[in-house]
């Protein structure tokens, strides 16, 4: 089975502390997502990377950054925190599309997700 | 725009009564429809990829089904573990990352 590892299930930072939360996946997926889940408004896209070292922002990419160094791993840089990221922030991963799997559309694997408040 | 509505937000069940969560989207190029479930405190779990109107998939107590404005997650005389919330999520044709979520519907099954 394909595993996302989140380093953190639960994280507790100050207003202004640069934060880093960590994705690692173990089935060589060339695609790695970052997302934040808030009550009513369902999962949002914050980057997504879809090679080593290429990164597409998403929909609310203010006040993040991100690195991939690696295959395996995504991480999402919170540069200043603030108390409006307080939330549950979600590392996913799936395959690249190319040839006939450009066609279809395949799923997302979700890491446990890492809970992050910012006092 | 596109966008992704499930309805209702939440929805209590006692054992053994069926219902249907919907899922309404609006999408220029369809290429899949998701649905997830999402236990609390977890990541959301991989249920169905629906990819054309008509289509539709089984898994134990669940069958989800597709129409060209709508997807429906149809629960056949569920259990509390079937208690999650279940998240749809539509991919459209024009970008490899463009994946947009409903905020979810919360099942609550009662013993």
């Known amino acids: 089975d394909v595993k996302v590892t989140q380093s953190s299930r639960y994280l507790v930072k100050r207003t202004g502390e640069k934060v880093f939360l960590e994705c690692v996946q173990d089935?060589?997926?060339?695609?790695m997502f970052w997302y934040r889940q808030d009550p009513g408004l369902g999962l949002r896209l914050i980057y997504f990377?879809?090679?080593?070292?290429?990164?597409e922002k998403g929909d609310i990419p203010e006040g993040y950054s991100v690195s991939r160094e690696k295959k395996e791993r995504f991480s999402l840089i919170l540069e200043s925190a603030s108390t409006n990221q307080t939330s549950m922030y979600l590392c996913?991963?799936?395959?690249?599309?190319?040839?006939?799997?450009?066609?279809?559309?395949?799923?997302?694997?979700f890491g446990s997700g890492t809970q992050l408040s910012v006092l | 725009e596109d966008q992704v509505t499930q309805s209702p937000e939440a929805l209590r069940l006692q054992e053994g009564e069926s219902s249907s969560l919907n899922c309404s989207y609006t999408?220029?190029?369809?290429?899949?429809l998701f649905w997830y479930r999402q236990d609390p405190g977890k990541g959301p779990e991989f249920l169905f990829t629906?990819?054309?109107a008509g289509e539709e998939k089984e898994k134990e107590r669940l069958k989800a089904t597709l129409t060209k404005k709508e997807s429906f997650l149809h629960i056949t005389a569920p259990k509390p573990e079937d208690s999650a919330t279940y998240l749809c999520?539509?991919?459209?044709?024009?970008?490899?990352?463009?994946?947009?979520f409903g905020s979810g519907t919360r099942l609550s099954i009662r013993p």
């Open positions: 089935m060589d997926h060339e695609n």
């Open positions: 629906l990819y054309s």
């Open positions: 990377s879809y090679d080593v070292k290429m990164k």
């Open positions: 996913a991963s799936r395959p690249g599309t190319v040839g006939w799997s450009a066609l279809v559309s395949e799923k997302l694997f």
């Open positions: 999520a539509v991919h459209r044709y024009s970008s490899a990352s463009k994946i947009i």
């Open positions: 999408v220029s190029g369809l290429r899949g």
